[in-house]
């Protein structure tokens, strides 16, 4: 049987390739390889007693080619009601972002030039003024990425000295970022203050009074304490840091410049900012710029000007700046910011604060649409979550489309869906899969049509 296995060259010259004139030829001919390979093993192993005819053979071609060529990053559509969600690559940038990358990152940019003066300049002038505007800060550094922010601003003023944190605040964020190790790769000494659930004023006072100089916050980014629990609060921390002439770093994680989101606000709980930090005395403020800041990923520090000038001459500023694609979108982020503080052009603001009546109509039109003999559409109310480590505890009413086919398993709808071209990524809640509509963005809900119409 294996003598009759289509050789390459049948395989490509086969008709099935006219819909798919886009894939280049070397990829054609990997294509091929991989299939017949994969016919000789099955045939070696006994796992089939006759050889497809190889027309059959070019059109699994065809489909494996197909997916070689696509970039390994595409288009998600984004169901799960989870705002910032990792997997998913957090916050979707917004118009002014996209626009600035497009119109700038194909030519030469004044990265690193005075276009007045024509000498080397630093990388991100503008962008510290605009942060100053906004959250009435001295300085800011940027760096790639929140957990690279942490890590600069330890070794360049914490190395070889205690940093004391509260023990109900030695966080793993996710993808091995753990606190205490990060401490230890910096070169800083932990100096573990408080109980899991209840940390006091005295306890930091403590640490400080035998000899300590620099105190680290940290927000309880991804878990929330209830029960017996006992924070300090920054106003707190930075009046005790003053007093002690101690620094003060805060790593916020999220990205609430100023105003924090309504969601947050309604909750009940004291809401944390950039800029409520830097007004309580926290020198330097650290956060990413792809939580709720909406923009790209990076991390950002802002604070002191003394501070921000010892971290931005430490030999790692070099390993973790970011590049022009960043800084292009982070300027244009905090632009829209700066025009409009309730965050109305980006996605994400956009998304916490819509309300759970216009969901509703969203959701009703979609199932509307969805609805076929063998897909049963009913809109059912759920809840969103912010995501990403920024807002943890915190449900957002808001309505979605669950999904029952009458031949699949929610599990196979659910792979279906997530398989087509582009993508639809759901949540599967009692044997249902669910759309939260509050996730989608402008055009998604035709291809949650398109992909369900090709189940
Ligand atoms: C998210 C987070 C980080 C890590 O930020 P990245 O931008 O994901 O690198 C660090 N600290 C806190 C408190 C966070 O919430």
């Given at each position: 049987m294996l003598r009759h296995l289509p050789s390459i060259d049948r395989l490509l010259g086969d008709p099935a390739w006219d819909d798919a004139p886009d894939v280049p030829h070397i990829v054609r001919k990997r294509a091929c390889r991989a299939v017949v390979e994969q016919l000789r093993g099955d045939v070696l192993a006994k796992r089939i007693d006759a050889l497809p005819d190889p027309s059959a053979v070019a059109a699994s071609a065809v489909a494996h080619a197909r997916e070689l060529a696509r970039p390994a990053l595409q288009r998600v559509v984004n169901g799960t009601g989870v705002i910032l969600h990792t997997n998913l690559g957090r916050a979707p940038l917004a118009a002014d972002a996209l626009a600035a990358i497009a119109s700038v990152a194909g030519r030469y940019t004044n990265l690193e030039m005075d276009l007045v003066s024509g000498v080397r300049?630093?990388?991100?002038?503008?962008?510290?003024?605009?942060?100053?505007?906004?959250?009435?800060?001295?300085?800011?550094?940027?760096?790639?990425?929140?957990?690279?922010?942490?890590?600069?601003?330890?070794?360049?003023?914490?190395?070889?000295?205690?940093?004391?944190?509260?023990?109900g605040e030695l966080v793993e964020i996710g993808g091995s970022f753990r606190m205490p190790a990060i401490m230890e790769a910096s070169g800083a000494q932990l100096r573990e203050v408080g109980a899991t659930n209840r940390t006091h004023l005295r306890d930091y006072e403590a640490a400080l009074t035998a000899g300590a100089r620099v105190v680290m916050k940290v927000h309880r980014s991804n878990f929330a304490q209830v029960g017996f629990t006992k924070e300090v609060s920054i106003e707190q921390l930075g009046a005790l840091c003053a007093e002690h002439d101690a620094l003060l770093l805060h790593d916020l994680g999220m990205g609430v410049l100023d105003r924090a989101p309504g969601v947050a606000r309604s909750s009940g709980k004291s809401v944390e900012s950039v800029r409520r930090s830097l007004d309580a005395g926290a020198h330097v403020v650290l956060f990413s710029g792809d939580k709720l800041l909406g923009g790209p990923q990076a991390g950002i520090l802002a604070g002191q000007a003394d501070v921000l000038t010892t971290i931005r001459k430490h030999p790692v500023m070099r390993l973790v700046r970011p590049g022009k694609l960043c800084l292009l979108a982070l300027e244009a982020t905090l632009l829209a910011w700066e025009r409009d503080p309730t965050g109305a052009s980006l996605p994400v603001a956009r998304m916490l604060a819509a309300s759970a009546d216009?969901?509703?109509?969203?959701?009703?039109?979609?199932?509307?649409?969805?609805?076929?003999?063998?897909?049963?559409?009913?809109?059912?109310?759920?809840?969103?979550?912010?995501?990403?480590?920024?807002?943890?505890?915190?449900?957002?009413?808001?309505?979605?489309?669950?999904?029952?086919?009458?031949?699949?398993?929610?599990?196979?709808?659910?792979?279906?869906?997530?398989?087509?071209?582009?993508?639809?990524?759901?949540?599967?809640?009692?044997?249902?899969?669910?759309?939260?509509?509050?996730?989608?963005?402008?055009?998604?809900?035709?291809?949650?049509?398109?992909?369900?119409?090709?189940?």
């Open positions: 300049d630093s990388r991100h002038g503008r962008l510290i003024d605009a942060f100053a505007r906004i959250i009435g800060c001295e300085d800011v550094v940027v760096a790639n990425n929140n957990a690279a922010a942490v890590f600069l601003a330890l070794c360049a003023v914490a190395a070889g000295q205690e940093v004391v944190v509260s023990r216009d969901l509703k109509l969203v959701a009703e039109a979609l199932a509307e649409q969805l609805r076929s003999p063998d897909l049963d559409a009913r809109v059912v109310p759920c809840e969103s979550t912010p995501g990403g480590g920024s807002l943890p505890g915190t449900g957002i009413p808001s309505w979605s489309v669950a999904l029952k086919h009458s031949r699949k398993s929610d599990a196979e709808l659910a792979a279906a869906l997530r398989t087509h071209q582009p993508s639809v990524v759901g949540r599967i809640e009692d044997g249902l899969v669910r759309i939260d509509v509050r996730t989608l963005l402008p055009g998604d809900a035709d291809v949650v049509v398109a992909a369900a119409a090709a189940v």
